[in-house]
């Protein structure tokens, strides 16, 4: 007998048991527009509701009320099988932002977009002719049509008997065992159901006994998959915002951990996982007695705490220090509450993750990573459920793409998971996370009384609560031998748990729920033998997914893991993506500054500890994976916009209060003129830096009239720039400032007898020019028609460059997330210019043209659609970089913008920056020369994103883009194109709306981008000079005039954070990391006697090290892509010696000890 035959035996035997007790309703409810109480609607109010194509009753979007209505009569037989005593349930499904279910007039349920699915009892033991009345209220979505998808009645018996549901179920989930582990028993099992006792129907108890007659055919194959365990943990994926506000989550969070701590008590088995200190944090301070409930809860072992993360972020537009610092409040966190550190990472929900993550992960104290989101992809299915995830520097972490979550407990599509996790790993021991999510809710009633049914089923796997720290240990020292040859065998096509299986996915209906190392192939390659040249650092770069047999048990996945959904989250929204990276940056500054005011100035000026930590945790708040991405609805950015705005408020006032108590401990002679004040310019980073600067002139002596900039001996300095503008009754000096790397330098701004004559302009000109770059501005389009690299003489544009490209951006359910796959397919028209500036006109005015003399400045508006752009291309001199300084008016709905660059380079590949490192992707387009063809996981990489900056090399020369705040890019061999802006209208209607500033620059480059130092030229853009102005200054200090405070004297370490520790006011925390792929050398220097003491982790905890360890020689050796964190502390002083010594720290920091 076929396998077709025995599943259409199979399937007609079940659908003929399911509809004994079990009745589609659908088609009989009746509908009211009005709003109102169930029971005070009359029922001429009422009309029959038509089906659509699918099956379902739908109404328009916009927040609109539907009300359904039935009454259902019980009869005495359904298919002739007798009812009288079973208990009554409705199972009901909707897509509707809000729900009640009343049951005879009285309210007995509520739901929402993500708890959209119940199973009402209408009667415990029915009765024949019982009447009962449902009524149902639903609200549409704001942004989606509203849905009643299902309404089936269901008779069922007590959980300790049989019904023929039950074991219709019973058989479906056998057939599915069958087909998949014994398809040679279909035959013989197809020929036992046929001896079903169908005539026996209308005598309940005698065809019950037929059912377990059958049932007790098939024992034989119960210990078989018994063997199989399906392992539970409770969970309530919880959104801190979404389509709702911050306000709402903790009312969501009190409900849902209320409801589970009350289903503790009446399930003691039932286990339960939850993430996010921050929102535990919240309950503490706000619910404590609820608090101290999940407390003993966590000791006992049925609450399990994971997620070492302050929030669950977005992961793929945050900085290294930023995820650093997620990890490290977030584990303190639960170190400090709950007496442990957390070994898990979890991140279901994010919108996919950065290379370098494990290797944070692992230094924060998780060996585990767990995720669910790559279900998601639109183009290629995962193809691995376990694996190794291995980042650039070597460091793995044991990683799981786990089961759906917001899933409940379907028997049938709960044992086919459990079937096909094994045929993909060879596990018998599978995860699954019963519980509504996304706005909580967690386990209900009604799955765990299905669980314990299920459980006592003979032909259902063996169902265990345990926790998913013991899973995931469990797994990686049980099974990984089984999954090595079962996971390296699976494509991904073959994968079948996908969003689009449901029946509900918006492709499939108009009804829609949320819906290449260091190590390259060879892990045993030691990181010491890693290249040194650029070339072969570009070459470990180049990522794969091929899979490490020989060292590991399972798969190694070595790249970054890249979401192909939700590509427009680089983009939309731009306001929050520029104000995390400017918070980013501020909040570098702020401790940086705070910590060498602390160390220099300890009399005058204390840690901000508390309330450094406090701006970070407001930050790190809005990193959140629904926030920073712009994918909320309106309230949400208005607060987020508060707080964002408030951290900088807060660090930009700790870092002047900073610098100027640094300023003060500087020791000065005296001043060259009695009202002279001083002026003491910052490099917040570690290298030399020359920029200009601008500052004002003091308005308090109105009988001094001129001024300049002076050197200590009061010699006023060449190239200085002053302006007078009577329109802000202010003036202004601009100079050259040349600062060592985390430094200072000091100037006098003093009086002088006669006005300062302005260094003449630049010209005005279509032509901006210096030594290094020649560009010309179309004066018809206000593009670049051309760019000339002169010490190169080399054309860089292709065609002309900065081109603002629009494209209609629209047909995707997703708004918010998805960018239109096909939008290329829609180009819209070309901008439209308005006005061109060249001179003093390009300026701005006021402050701005104190630089008008140091740089030469093209401003161009434009027009596109019903939206202004105005940009000023700034050459400053001496500079290789172009910038375009953007302002936008954006007004556009359903529009992308890019800029786009085609250039003269024909590239292999195009590097981009991630958080601490950086990565090679193939490109949209290979070039004729590249003889690999793309995989498909690499084509639907269209749109990638980016930190800081993206490159397109060849083999001697290469150019780069810089931005400050944009992150979403695609290029082709030939081409960069920058993604702007968006428009889209959901969730949140005013997205993107307003203005906008923002700038991005090309720098052309010879050699490769680390021989070229892209890096630094990225945070250059970033971190202007900071010039502080002290009226009355002290000649009491200790300081020189000029110094770097600290410098790691290394090309390619870039210093991310100096802190004071967590545990020892007395010490600091130093961490940086290697950005070109090559062995670093770590040498201290520091004006005032800092040396580094031990090479500590994330926690800031002494790292361990063997006995079989390098030599203390070799200690400050950081390795390609590595990310190191130091202790420092002051070298002790010598009798009589100055208050700060320089000094140089080359002993070997992880072999070094705290002392006690």
């Not at 409810?29 to 099956?55: V, Y």
Request: glycine residues 6%; contains cysteine.
């Amino acid at each position: 007998m076929t396998d077709s035959v025995n599943q259409s035996i199979f399937s007609g035997v079940v659908e003929s048991l399911r509809r004994l007790t079990q009745c589609d309703v659908q088609s009989g409810w009746h509908l009211c527009d009005r709003d109102g109480s169930i029971t005070e609607l009359p029922s001429q109010f009422f009309s029959k509701a038509e089906l659509n194509e699918k099956g379902y009753l739908v109404w328009e979007k916009g927040r609109k009320v539907r009300w359904f209505y039935q009454e259902f009569y019980v009869p005495e037989q359904v298919q002739g099988y007798p009812v009288e005593g079973l208990t009554l349930r409705l199972a009901l499904t909707w897509w509707a932002e809000f729900a009640e279910v009343f049951v005879n007039g009285e309210k007995v349920q509520e739901g929402d977009l993500f708890d959209h699915s119940c199973r009402v009892v209408l009667s415990q033991k029915v009765v024949p002719g019982e009447m009962v009345g449902v009524g149902i209220r639903l609200i549409s979505p704001g942004h989606d049509i509203g849905g009643l998808m299902k309404s089936r009645l269901v008779y069922e018996s007590d959980y300790d008997a049989i019904d023929p549901g039950f074991v219709a179920d019973e058989l479906a989930v056998l057939q599915r065992y069958l087909e998949t582990f014994a398809p040679e028993e279909l035959e013989t099992v197809e020929a036992q159901i046929a001896q079903l006792e169908w005539s026996a129907v209308g005598d309940r108890t005698q065809f019950n006994h037929s059912l377990h007659r059958l049932r007790d055919r098939f024992h034989r194959f119960s210990p078989r998959i018994k063997q199989h365990t399906i392992y539970m943990v409770g969970h309530a994926h919880l959104d801190m915002a979404w389509l709702w506000d911050v306000e709402e989550t903790w009312r969501a969070a009190e409900r849902t951990f209320q409801s589970v701590l009350n289903l503790q008590n009446e399930f003691p088995d039932l286990t339960f996982c939850h993430s996010t200190p921050a929102l535990y944090d919240w309950i503490e301070q706000n619910r404590p007695e609820l608090f101290a409930q999940i407390v003993e809860r966590v000791k006992e072992g049925r609450w399990e705490i994971v997620g070492g993360l302050w929030v669950e972020p977005e992961m793929n537009l945050i900085g290294a220090e930023a995820i650093a610092r997620h990890i490290l409040y977030g584990q303190r966190y639960y170190q400090e509450k709950f007496g442990e550190i957390n070994r898990i990472a979890w991140l279901p929900d994010t919108f996919g993750f950065n290379w370098q993550l494990p290797q944070l992960l692992k230094q924060g104290g998780m060996d585990y990573f767990i995720t669910q989101k790559f279900r998601w992809n639109d183009t290629n299915k995962y193809p691995y459920e376990v694996f190794n995830w291995q980042a650039p520097d070597g460091s793995t972490v044991f990683s799981l793409m786990s089961a759906p979550i917001g899933e409940g407990i379907d028997a049938i599509a709960l044992s086919a998971y459990a079937w096909e996790w094994f045929a993909r790993t060879g596990s018998p021991h599978s995860l699954w996370l019963p519980g509504v999510g996304d706005h909580g809710g967690g386990p209900t009633r009604d799955m765990l009384t299905l669980a314990q049914r299920w459980q006592k089923s003979p032909f259902f796997p063996t169902l265990k609560f345990t926790t998913v720290l013991k899973y995931l240990e469990a797994l990686e020292n049980r099974d990984a031998k089984a999954m090595n040859s079962k996971e390296a065998s699976i494509h991904p096509k073959e994968a079948s748990i996908h969003p689009k299986d449901s029946p509900i996915h918006p492709k499939d209906s108009s009804i829609h729920p949320k819906e290449a190392s260091i190590h390259p192939k060879d892990s045993s390659i030691h990181p010491k033998e890693a290249s040194t040249t650029d070339q072969d650092a570009i070459a470990t770069l180049k990522h794969s997914s091929d899979m490490d047999q020989t060292s590991s048990p399972i798969p190694v996945w070595n790249d970054e893991l890249y979401l192909e959904f939700h590509r427009g989250c680089y983009t939309t929204h731009g306001d929050q993506k520029c104000f995390n990276r400017r918070s980013e940056a501020c909040l570098f500054d702020a401790e940086l500054w705070s910590s060498l005011a602390t160390i220099v100035a300890p009399h005058t000026f204390s840690y901000p500890k508390i309330e450094l930590e406090q701006v970070w945790k407001q930050v790190l708040f809005n990193q959140f994976h629904d926030i920073l991405p712009g994918s909320s609805i309106t309230q949400v950015f208005v607060e987020a916009n508060e707080a964002w705005e408030n951290a900088l408020y807060r660090c930009m006032k700790l870092s002047l209060d900073a610098r100027s108590a640094i300023a003060a401990e500087i020791y000065l002679p005296t001043p060259p003129h009695p009202d002279a004040q001083l002026v003491v310019v910052f490099n917040s980073l570690n290298w030399s830096r020359s920029d200009i600067v601008q500052v004002s002139i003091p308005q308090a002596n109105k009988m001094i009239r001129h001024w300049h900039i002076c050197d200590l001996s009061g010699e006023a300095i060449g190239n200085q720039n002053y302006v007078c503008n009577p329109t802000l009754n202010s003036d202004f000096i601009g100079f050259r400032a040349d600062i060592p790397a985390v430094g200072y330098r000091c100037y006098w701004l003093c009086p002088c007898e006669t006005e300062p004559h302005p260094l003449p302009l630049q010209t005005d000109s279509l032509v901006l020019e210096n030594e290094f770059l020649r560009a010309t501005v179309d004066p018809t389009t206000g593009e670049l028609a051309t760019l000339f690299d002169k010490q190169h003489q080399r054309e860089i544009l292709s065609h002309p460059g900065n081109q603002l490209q629009a494209f209609r951006d629209e047909g995707q359910y997703w708004d918010a997330w998805n960018i239109d796959p096909n939008y290329a397919q829609h180009p819209l028209p070309p901008t439209k210019l308005l006005a061109i500036e060249t001179g003093q006109q390009a300026f701005q005015g006021g402050i701005d043209q104190a630089q008008s003399a140091f740089e030469s400045r093209v401003r161009v508006k434009r027009q596109l659609g019903q939206s202004i752009f105005d940009q000023t291309y700034m050459l400053q001199q001496h500079s290789p970089v172009l910038k375009i300084s953007t302002h936008v008016d954006w007004r556009d709905r359903h529009v992308v913008v890019k800029a786009a660059f085609p250039l003269t380079v024909a590239a292999d590949f195009a590097t981009y920056e991630i958080a601490g490192g950086a990565i090679l992707r193939s490109l949209a387009t290979p070039i004729a020369r590249t003889t690999t063809p793309q995989t498909e996981q690499e084509k639907a990489q269209w749109e990638v994103s980016a930190l800081g900056w993206a490159d397109l090399s060849e083999s001697d020369y290469g150019v780069s883009i810089l931005s400050d705040c944009k992150h979403g890019y695609d290029c082709k061999s030939d081409q960069i194109r920058l993604t702007l802006l968006r428009g889209s209208e959901f969730p949140d209607p005013e997205a993107d709306l307003g203005h906008h500033e923002f700038t991005y620059a090309i720098y052309p480059h010879a050699g490769s981008w680390q021989s070229a130092q892209t890096v630094r030229h990225a945070q250059d853009l970033r971190h202007p000079l900071h010039p502080v102005s002290i009226e009355q200054p002290s000649s009491q200090g200790s300081l020189p005039p000029g110094g770097s405070l600290l410098d790691l004297q290394s090309e390619n370490l870039i210093l991310t954070a100096l802190k004071q520790s967590e545990d020892n006011p007395e010490a600091w925390i130093l961490r940086c990391y290697e950005c070109h792929g090559k062995p670093a050398n770590l040498t201290l220097k520091s004006d005032f006697g800092l040396a580094i003491a031990y090479s500590v982790d994330l926690l800031e905890r002494p790292n361990q090290v063997s006995a079989t360890s390098a030599p203390q020689s070799a200690a400050t050796n950081i390795q390609p892509w590595q990310i190191r964190t130091f202790t420092l502390k002051p070298l002790p002083k010598k009798e009589g010696a100055p208050k700060h010594t320089p000094s140089s720290s080359p002993h070997d920091p992880q072999t070094d000890h705290p002392t006690p």
